[in-house]
Nanobody
Framework: QVQLAESGGGLVQPGGSLRLTCAAS?????VTWFRQAPGKEREFVAT???????TYADSVKGRFLVSRDNTQNTVYLQMNSLKPEDTAVYYC?????WGQGTQVTVSS
């Protein structure tokens, strides 16, 4: 079974940028990023389909960019113009497989 591992989270000031990485242990098809803020339900962020199609939540459209390197079984989430409301644990998912998550904190 494929395993997923997120990395790249951290503390950043509002307006800053971070790039998250989702490394898969094998070939993956559709990979989706989710996030969960304290006290809130997990929510959709972005999806990267293997063929190149991308979808985004309205809340991140124009600020986040999802990309993938199929040769490395890796999916990236470039996050720009970060806001305090982007603070959450970010997870990547494929089928029913989840990574452990990486914390993103946006604060001055």
């Amino acid at each position: 079974q494929v395993q997923l591992a997120e990395s790249g989270g951290g503390l950043v000031q509002p307006g800053g940028s971070l790039r998250l990485t989702c490394a898969a242990s094998g070939r993956v098809e559709t990979v989706t990023w989710f996030r969960q803020a304290p006290g809130k339900e997990r929510e959709f962020v972005a999806t990267a389909y293997r063929g190149g199609y991308r979808t985004y939540a309205d809340s991140v459209k124009g600020r986040f960019l999802v990309s993938r390197d199929n040769t490395q079984n890796t999916v990236y989430l470039q996050m720009n113009s970060l806001k305090p409301e982007d603070t959450a644990v970010y997870y990547c998912n494929t089928d029913d497989i989840w990574g452990q998550g990486t914390q993103v904190t946006v604060s001055s």
